[in-house]
DNA sequence: TTTATTTTAATTGCATACAATTTAATTTGA
DNA sequence: TCAAATTAAATTGTATGCAATTAAAATAAA
């Protein structure tokens, strides 16, 4: 591809994820407002059923996010009365975030969350794995590039 | 799948792209520093290299940004003096958007930007390629759920 | 023509994102 | 042991991103 073509939007794939990234967002929108979350709260939500009572930096890592953008979320679901924040007895450095009675219960309704969002979107199945196999292979791909970053190389 | 393994985060095609997204966006800012440009501002003089003296409401629909948006956005470009806003003399409701002469300028050494994020991300050209063609798809598969949300129907 | 509707940006308010810095706690090393 | 280095969250500052509202201009309709 020629310097002038590259320099195109149409040929920016950054753009295509990104522009599509948003749509998605978009489209969990409507489903997830009935559970009283945004799109954020909801993948932070998605982590810590999986695994609960874990630190800001543990939930950070799995979601790709930093405190910044996490300790004023975790506080807005805490508001909630989704979770709790409580400074780890054993390193007071960590603030475990355990989930409560009211944040596991609201599993059961999100069970039907993604369901309904695939429904609503009228993709096939087929398409969407395809695509989180190569988002995987992506990511797995520019690793290395963040890791380097982050040691300075 | 069953209900409980769509819940996890690891099946979220949607956590996939997001966290792709924000990869390839991370990739982008140390060549983007160089320009003066965060990557949104890059997409927007993307598509006014492409197209010039373009209202606010035609580069939004080019970029999936509206005006809450693209504002502020743009009045940092043109504090940079890389462009100008003015009201269309035809129709005072449209604000102009047109490229000064340091905007066409910083095109040329934007030419380098998507040779060096590809150098440096360590991607092959292939799997880029059906990236992009499968977000095409993808995002043609969402947008007539996006149109009718707009039509509210 | 004169009012009602529609269209376009700007504004407001809220929620991310993330770099950089700060603070407190812990671990390392001399 | 005890100062230096490291680690984890919180904070600060800047930049999106979008829904909802507002204001101004243009168009449609009566």
């Known amino acids: 591809m020629s310097y002038e073509e590259a320099l195109k939007l149409e040929n920016q794939t950054c753009f295509a994820v990104y522009a599509c990234a948003k749509e998605i ?11 009283g979350l945004t799109y954020t709260q909801y993948i932070a939500m998605l982590a ?9 930096k543990e939930l950070g890592e799995r979601l790709y996010l930093d405190s ?23 390193d007071e450095r960590q603030l475990l975030i355990r989930l409560s009675e009211a944040g596991r219960a609201l599993r059961e309704k999100a069970l039907e969350v993604p369901e309904k969002v695939f429904c609503q979107s009228g993709v096939n199945i087929e398409m ?9 292979e992506l990511m797995t791909a520019l690793q290395p590039v963040a890791a380097a970053d982050q040691r300075g190389d």
Do not use: H, N
Request: net charge positive; glycine share 8%.
């Open 25 to 35: 967002t978009r489209l969990y929108q409507p489903v997830l407002r009935e559970l």
């Open 48 to 56: 810590l059923w999986e695994r609960d009572a874990v630190s800001v």
């Open 68 to 90: 910044g953008t996490l300790t004023p979320l975790l506080k807005k679901l805490e508001a909630q009365g989704l979770l709790t924040r409580a400074r780890d007895a054993g």
């Open 128 to 136: 969407l794995l395809k695509i989180r196999s190569q988002m995987g």
